[in-house]
């Protein structure tokens, strides 16, 4: 009785196992029929389904990687491939997820992790023109990048350096003009008046000047009179 009961346990083992495989490449197939039509969020929808069933499989892992790729979804994507290289011992099925794992990041602008990728791919299959291809295309991009970065960084710098003086300045400015108001209010003098405030005020006296002769002249006019006769 106790080895039938462990023969009956393994027996349903079996077949919830394969139950499982088989529901898992349905899922797969089906995503790779609406991958073949274009429909990639479809497709991605169905690998999802089947890694849920086994998150280690390596076919759900590569091909969700690419309809996330197809989708312009390029770190996920990366991520797919890295599950699928890890899940997969053969080589060349290695090399193929590194491969789209690098262009995959090259799509997403991570130039220093596209690099990584191509060169793991190379180290597995020296053979890969097309990665050797990437590579070289990665390291030009990687060099653009860090170039902008650097240049941006000296920008920004000099920036900081221009707006620091620009307010010491100012502040240096507005010290003096406070010394110097400090020191006339001390001595008791007058602030000297420039050269156009003296005109201004030179002229404004003038026509004072004139308006109060003026003013005089109404108030007081000159009468004409014949000159005293003599005794």
């Not at 076919?59 to 991520?79: I, V």
């Not at 090259?106 to 053979?127: D, F, H, Q, T, W």
Request: proline share 2%.
């Amino acid at each position: 009785m106790k080895n039938r009961s462990i023969l009956w346990k393994w027996v349903c083992v079996l077949t919830l196992t394969g139950h499982s495989v088989g529901a898992q490449i349905s899922e797969i197939s089906g995503g790779n029929r609406e991958y073949e039509k274009g429909r990639y969020r479809n497709a991605e929808s169905s690998y999802r389904k089947a890694l849920e069933k086994d998150a280690r499989q390596y076919t759900g892992n590569y091909n969700l990687g690419n309809a996330l790729y197809r989708q312009g979804k390029f770190e996920e994507a990366s991520q797919q491939y890295l599950n699928a290289s890890a899940f997969n011992n053969q080589k060349e099925t290695q090399a193929k997820s590194l491969y789209n794992m690098g262009n995959a990041f090259l799509k997403a602008e991570k130039y220093k992790e596209s690099v990584e990728s191509y060169k793991k791919a190379l180290r597995i299959n020296p053979g890969d023109e097309d990665a050797r291809y990437n590579l070289s295309y990665a390291l030009k991009k990687l060099r653009q990048q860090q170039q902008n970065q650097e240049k941006n960084k000296e920008d920004q710098q000099k920036k900081q350096q221009d707006q620091q003086q620009k307010n010491q300045d100012q502040q240096k400015d507005q010290q003096q003009k406070d010394q110097q108001k400090e020191q006339q209010q001390q001595s008791g003098q007058q602030p000297k008046l420039s050269k156009e405030e003296a005109e201004r005020m030179l002229r404004a006296l003038k026509n004072d000047e004139k308006d109060l002769q003026k003013e005089k002249a109404r108030k007081y006019p000159v009468t004409s009179s014949s000159p005293e006769k003599n005794w």
